[in-house]
C-alpha cells in the first residue's frame, strides 16, 4: 500500500518562555486530528512535543505537499494559537505561523515538514524526531553517520542489501541548488558541503534502487521572516531495518552529543543531548516531551518510534528513554557546562553571520568606531575627549 507520512511541527508558544508546550495545546492538537480521522483525511496521527515545538506525525494516502494535509496542519497550529496559547498568554503565541494566507502548501509560512510518500514494506519501522532549540543542519552529521559511516553502522559491512550504499539530496539554502551525491564513492566532497551546518542541509537520503530512507525539515525562518524569530527546530522521520540502517543504528548516530547551533536566543553552540519524553499516552494519541531549561537548553532531539500497518501507527515507544544514554547525556550536561563558562565569546557565541537575523546589529550600530588611521594620528586627543566625557 501507498502511504504518506507527514511530520509537521511549530512553534506556537512556549510555556514558560521557550521551555515547553502547555499540555492542553496537545490535547487540542490530538482531538483536531482525531476528528479528522473520523472524517478520513488522516489514517492515524500522534501529537508531541520537544520543548516548545508542536510535532504533529499524520498518515495518510494524499501524497506529499497534500493541500489538505498542510490545510489541516495549518488549521490545527492556528486554532492551537487562537484557542490556548492565547487564552493563557503562553509565550510567543503563534511565534512560527509568519504569513497569514495559507494557499495550500505550508511550506515558506513557518512550521517546519518532512514528508516521505513510501510503499509500505511488509514491515515498516519508522522513528520521528524532532530537536529543539537548534537548527535542520543538526541533523547532518547523525544522518551522515546513520547512512555513510561504517563504524557507526555495521549494516554498511555486513549486509549485503546496503552495502551498495546510499545517495544524499543536500540543500544550498543561500543559493536554492541540490546536489545529489553517491556514497563511499563521494563521501568526501559530501563532507565537504555537509559539515557547513548552516548552509548545506542533507534533506533526504535514498538507497541507491531508489527508495527512500529519510527526510529531514528544510525551511529556514529567518530567510522567510528577515529578522530573528526563533531557530528552525527541525523534524526528521527515518525507515529502519531490512536492507536499511537497524534501528539501534540510527540511534547509535545520537550516542555523541556533538555541538549544534542554537540554545539560548538561537545564538549559541552547545552539545546536542537525546532525552526523554515525560508521557507516553498511546489511547490519546499523544505525548508530552522533554523541556528546555539550562540556558534554555541544552538542545535536544527526542526521538519517537512506531511500526507502520496498513498506514496505522503502532506506537509510540519513546526511543532514547534508555539507561544507555544516561551516559550520553551526562556527557552533554558536562559539555553544557564546560562550554557556558565562555559567556558571550565564540565559538559559544555564534559568528556575526549567524546572528544577522538576531536584534545584535541594532546593538552595535548604537557604537560608533573611528578611522583606525585618524585615530591613529591624534589617539591621545581622541581618548582624553572620552575621559573627559565629551562626544
Ligand atoms: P534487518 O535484517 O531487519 O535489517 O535486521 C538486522 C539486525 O539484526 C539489526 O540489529
Ligand atoms: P525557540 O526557537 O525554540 O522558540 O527558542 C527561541 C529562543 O530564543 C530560546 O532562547
Ligand atoms: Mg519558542
Ligand atoms: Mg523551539
Known amino acids: 500500500m501507498q502511504v504518506t507520512v507527514s511530520l509537521i511541527k511549530a512553534d506556537v508558544g512556549g510555556f514558560p518562555g521557550h521551555a515547553q508546550v502547555h499540555p492542553k495545546m496537545l490535547e487540542y492538537a490530538a482531538a483536531k486530528l482525531k476528528e479528522a480521522q473520523r472524517r478520513g483525511v488522516i489514517i492515524d496521527y500522534f501529537v508531541f512535543n520537544v520543548g516548545d515545538d508542536i510535532s504533529l506525525l499524520m498518515t495518510h494516502t494524499k501524497g506529499e505537499d497534500s493541500p489538505e494535509i498542510h490545510g489541516l496542519a495549518w488549521e490545527t497550529f492556528k486554532e492551537v494559537t487562537e484557542q490556548v496559547a492565547k487564552r493563557y498568554k503562553l509565550y510567543g503565541a503563534g511565534q512560527d505561523l509568519l504569513k497569514d494566507a495559507f494557499s495550500g502548501n505550508i511550506r515558506g509560512l513557518g512550521p517546519q515538514v518532512a514528508e516521505m510518500e513510501i510503499e509500505e514494506r511488509p514491515s515498516e519501522p519508522v522513528i520521528a524526531f524532532a530537536a529543539d532549540k537548534t537548527e535542520p543542519g543538526a541533523f547532518n552529521l547523525p544522518l551522515y553517520r546513520i547512512f555513510a559511516d561504517p563504524f557507526n553502522t555495521a549494516g554498511l559491512v555486513i549486509d549485503p542489501a546496503m552495502h551498495d550504499g546510499f545517495v544524499f539530496e543536500v540543500l544550498d539554502v543561500k543559493e536554492h541548488k541540490v546536489y545529489l551525491l553517491k556514497t563511499p564513492e563521494e563521501s568526501y566532497a559530501l563532507l565537504g558541503l555537509v559539515g557547513t551546518t548552516g548552509r548545506y542541509i542533507i534533506r533526504r537520503v535514498y538507497r541507491k534502487d531508489g527508495l527512500v530512507a529519510a527526510v529531514n525539515s ?77 540556558f534554555d537548553g541544552p538542545p535536544k532531539v527526542g526521538a519517537l518510534g512506531f511500526q507502520l500497518h496498513d498506514g496505522h501507527l503502532e506506537g509510540a515507544v519513546d526511543m532514547f528513554d534508555d539507561p544507555a544514554f544516561d551516559y550520553t547525556r551526562h556527557v552533554a550536561a558536562m559539555i553544557a557546562d564546560y562550554i557556558r563558562r565562555m559567556g558571550p565569546f565564540q565559538p559559544h557565541r555564534l559568528p556575526p553571520e549567524e546572528l544577522e537575523y538576531t536584534a545584535l546589529p541594532k546593538i552595535l550600530a548604537r557604537i560608533k568606531p573611528y578611522a583606525a588611521d585618524e585615530y591613529d594620528s591624534e589617539r591621545k586627543k581622541y581618548v582624553d575627549a572620552v575621559i573627559r566625557g565629551a562626544s
Open 218 to 294: 528544510v525551511e529556514r525562518l529567518s530567510l522567510i521572516a528577515g529578522r530573528y524569530v526563533g531557530k528552525d527546530d527541525p523534524v526528521m522521520i527515518t525507515r529502519a531495518q531490512a536492507g536499511l540502517p537497524a534501528v539501534g543504528e540510527i540511534l547509535e548516530a545520537f550516542a555523541h552529543p556533538h555541538l549544534v547551533h542554537g540554545w539560548m536566543r538561537g545564538s549559541h553552540a552547545g552539545p546536542l543531548m537525546p532525552a526523554r519524553f515525560a508521557l507516553i499516552d498511546p489511547d490519546r494519541r499523544m505525548a508530552i516531551g522533554p523541556k528546555m531549561t539550562r
